[in-house]
């Protein structure tokens, strides 16, 4: 199924059926979303935010599959492994940081 995914600055992260045009869950951070990235050939998707905290979601039920902080600030970027199991993101507060991400 065709997913998309939409993040704001109220910490809102909408998923959409692409097929429906439709709303299929909300689900959110504390603060501004400010990058999430899908993992290649699978419905999760990896959101970062202006809490500090890196989140994995699947896309299919909205569930949180993990959460990992360590951040002292703002964390602007992220990039995910082909296979999902490492996520690396760089923050405000001048560190980038390597996490475990979801085991396939």
């Given at each position: 199924?065709?997913?998309a995914a939409t993040?704001?600055?109220?910490?809102?992260i909408a998923i959409?059926?692409?097929?429906?045009?439709?709303?299929?869950?909300?689900?959110?951070h504390d603060d501004a979303v400010t990058k999430l990235q899908w993992h290649a050939n699978t419905p999760l998707f990896?959101?970062?935010?202006?809490?500090r905290t890196v989140r994995c979601w699947d896309g299919r039920t909205?569930?949180?599959?993990?959460?990992r902080?360590?951040?002292q600030d703002t964390i602007l970027d992220?990039?995910?492994?082909?296979?999902?199991?490492?996520?690396?993101?760089a923050s405000d507060d001048g560190t980038?940081?390597?996490?475990?991400?979801?085991?396939?």
């Amino acid at each position: 199924m065709p997913l998309a995914a939409t993040g704001s600055v109220d910490g809102s992260i909408a998923i959409w059926d692409v097929s429906t045009l439709r709303l299929r869950h909300a689900v959110s951070h504390d603060d501004a979303v400010t990058k999430l990235q899908w993992h290649a050939n699978t419905p999760l998707f990896t959101s970062v935010s202006a809490d500090r905290t890196v989140r994995c979601w699947d896309g299919r039920t909205g569930a949180m599959r993990l959460q990992r902080s360590g951040h002292q600030d703002t964390i602007l970027d992220l990039a995910v492994s082909r296979d999902g199991t490492r996520i690396v993101t760089a923050s405000d507060d001048g560190t980038c940081l390597v996490f475990k991400g979801v085991e396939p």
